[in-house]
């Protein structure tokens, strides 16, 4: 069990790392590594702190603790997953309206430059 | 499109990807048949030469700089045609699919009868041996969801032959469905307490190109149509409860019909 729970502690410490590098090389906003870097936390703090993962996996009906770790650590990624799935769909819905509205402007920018152009020659 | 559109004005909107094959001939095709009625064609971000062969066939073209898909593309056309002013706009396929002799019959229905949406139904006549079995199979399955919504039988949901006065296109230019919007936009209008009608018309084959619905997009289609059926009707009854009003008027108020996003 303890070897697991250093497992966890050592991938939740490589994604805190991992984020606040790319954080800083601007890969990922710092609005956007927040949620990263809490669900790390919330991993590292969980697998060092055995009390409160046993008293947690008690809670759960888990009997092996690890196990209700994995199941908290799924969860917090699901939020996570689920936090970026909205953004994703507003910056989606955002992209659709600025396209439609470049393509709009374009057009009606063509058709003022035609219209000068048939006002000069006449 | 530089002249502002007459009073009950009516625009051909051609939505088009990668149709360089058949976009010019259905632009001359309706310019036959409507002469003197403008036709946009809307191309999505085509990899080919769909853009200048409609130009070249006599259209105005609306070029999106990304690829937006069905529903994104048609929207932009409703969007232009709004803020521009036109009363009517049909919708013709850029791929041929449609007849343009069926217009002035959607375009009689359109302006005569108290309704803002007219569907070209190619199964109003009740002849059914235009598609496949799968797709016959998934089109009586639409209309058995549909029916209880829309309170009444609609022969053909998913037919993109479609005229809208000035209304829904309101509607329309603002909330419109982005991938396979044809039912859902059935749903949007009603839920509006819009009213549409079918008028019959005889669906060609393709003159170039090929569909994009496959067998396994087949399926996707269906669930995703049937989300999104199921999430307009919870928009629309949620934020019904929230304000705690009836449905909107049959007409919107001006404020509301003019204003885009």
Known sequence: MDRLLNVVSALSVALFVMVLVSTRRAHIRVEYSVSWLAAAAVLFVLSRAKGTLHWLSEAMGITYPPLALILLGACVFLLVFYRFSIRISDLKDANIALTQRVAILEYRLQSRDEKDEDQARA | MNRPPAPGSLLILVPAFNEEGAVGEVVREVGQVMPGVAVLVVDDCSADATASVALQAGADVL??????????????????????GYEYVIRVDGDGQHDPHAIPRILD???????HMVIGSRYVGGDTNYTSFSRRAGIVLFRLV??????????????????????????????FPLEYPEIEALVVLQRRAFAFEEVPCRPRPRKAGRSSITALKSIYYIVHVLLGVFVNILKYEGGRRRRGTRPPPERLPREQAGLEQ
């Open chain 2, 63 to 84: 070029r999106l700089p990304c690829h937006l898909g069905l529903g994104g593309c048609v929207q932009a056309g409703y969007k232009l045609a709004f803020e521009l």
């Open chain 2, 146 to 175: 549909l029916r209880p919504i829309l309170g009444k039988w609609v022969h053909d949901p998913t037919s993109g032959f479609v005229g809208v006065n000035r209304q829904a296109l309101a509607v329309f230019s603002r909330s």
């Open chain 2, 109 to 115: 229905v359109l302006t005569s009868a108290r309704c």
